[in-house]
């Protein structure tokens, strides 16, 4: 998934700032957010914040994928599958505070710019969007960056690729995406530079032992990629969750239409991981914690896993249940 961290110098018992002595302050937060495609909610939490709460809001959407937050503008954005646009809500830690139990709408994108939106990633002031193949859209799978300002969303470009697509990250200028249906991961180098219009990966791996790629993301502090695996759509225990450590180096050294082999990952997977179909994921570079969302297993549980150094059935370290839930974003600052 998709995740974005705010480059500081963190300071674990004081305060944190971006660059010299007039810069604003912050108080260190680590913030996770959720969305659903059945209850019309989104979730917010600070887990650095004592009791740690968890704030639900009804939204505009039933149905919302591709979740992000800027902890700067205090804003959170869905790809919006109910009303086929990017959606803004402002006003967060406020609500959090007070206990409100509904966010208001502050401003969104262009209606049918897309639709069976699927992920979205975030590079400073654009968003990504993954449009995945449906009769709706004319079995076209699509990316679409928009640039964000304090108005809404503008559609910058508009890109069709030939494989149907889930989870996308932006890595400074380079898109990867996960080619659902398939164990495969792309990558789309300098991907902003395209003009709009087809589109071809740069490069094309395999990952061996995943059945359906699903969820990613990418930690540069770590060099360390994680993804998600489905497999069965069907089934709630047979899903996954695959580190490959430094993934730079394993990347650069597999061949195009090659495969990184079971020895270059860390897995977890089995009964007491809960997983079955993990759709999103994110993760914390500070504690080494991965978070993910479970879309299937109880019905939809948010849950966080200790970063593995055997592949083994581990346990995860936290368990909530939430109905539904389609994607996560985390972000430390």
């Given amino acids: 998934m998709k995740k974005l961290f705010i480059s500081c110098v963190f300071i674990a018992v004081s305060l ?14 680590l913030i996770v957010v959720t969305s659903s495609n059945t209850s019309g909610k989104v979730t917010y939490v600070d887990l650095l914040k004592s009791p740690t709460m968890v704030s639900s809001f009804t939204i505009s959407s039933l149905d919302a ?11 959170i954005i869905v790809a919006s599958r109910t009303n086929n646009r990017l ?15 509904t966010l208001s709408l502050s401003f969104s994108g262009s209606n049918l710019d897309f ?28 990316l ?41 991961l792309v ?36 060099d360390l990629m994680i993804l998600t695996d489905v497999g069965s759509a069907t089934s709630d225990s047979d899903g ?19 495969t990184i082999a079971m020895e270059n990952q860390l897995r977890i997977y089995g009964p007491n991981s809960q997983l079955g179909n993990p759709v999103d994921v994110g993760y914390d570079y500070v504690s080494n914690t991965t978070y993910v969302a479970e879309r299937l ?31 996560i974003f985390v972000i430390r600052r």
Wanted: glycine share 8%.
């Fill in 65 to 75: 994928e591709g979740i992000s937050y800027d902890s700067n503008s205090d804003n």
């Fill in 240 to 258: 996954g969750l695959v580190f490959i450590k430094k993934f730079k180096s394993v990347f650069a050294s597999t061949p195009n239409m090659g």
């Fill in 187 to 222: 990558v789309f180098k300098d991907f902003m530079s395209n003009a709009s219009g087809v589109i071809s990966a740069t490069k094309r791996v395999s990952i061996e032992g995943i059945v359906r790629t699903h969820g990613i993301t990418y930690s540069a502090k770590d």
């Fill in 297 to 327: 297993n109880g019905g939809g549980k948010v849950m966080s896993f200790a970063k593995p150094t055997i592949s083994g059935d581990t346990n995860p370290l936290t368990v909530r249940t939430e109905a539904g839930v389609t994607s």
């Fill in 115 to 142: 639709t069976n939106a699927r992920e979205t990633a975030v590079s400073g002031d654009k968003v990504i969007v993954a449009q995945d193949q449906l009769a709706s859209n004319g079995l076209v799978n699509k």
């Fill in 16 to 29: 944190s700032s971006c660059s010299n002595d007039n810069s604003p302050m912050y108080a260190p937060e």
């Fill in 144 to 184: 679409l960056v928009y640039q964000k300002n304090a108005m809404g969303f503008t559609l910058l470009n508009s890109y069709t690729v030939d494989f149907k697509l889930w989870g996308i990250h932006m890595e400074g200028n380079d898109l990867y995406a996960v080619v659902d249906l398939t164990s495969d």
């Fill in 87 to 101: 959606e803004a809500y402002s006003g967060v830690k406020s609500a959090a505070e007070s206990n409100a139990t």
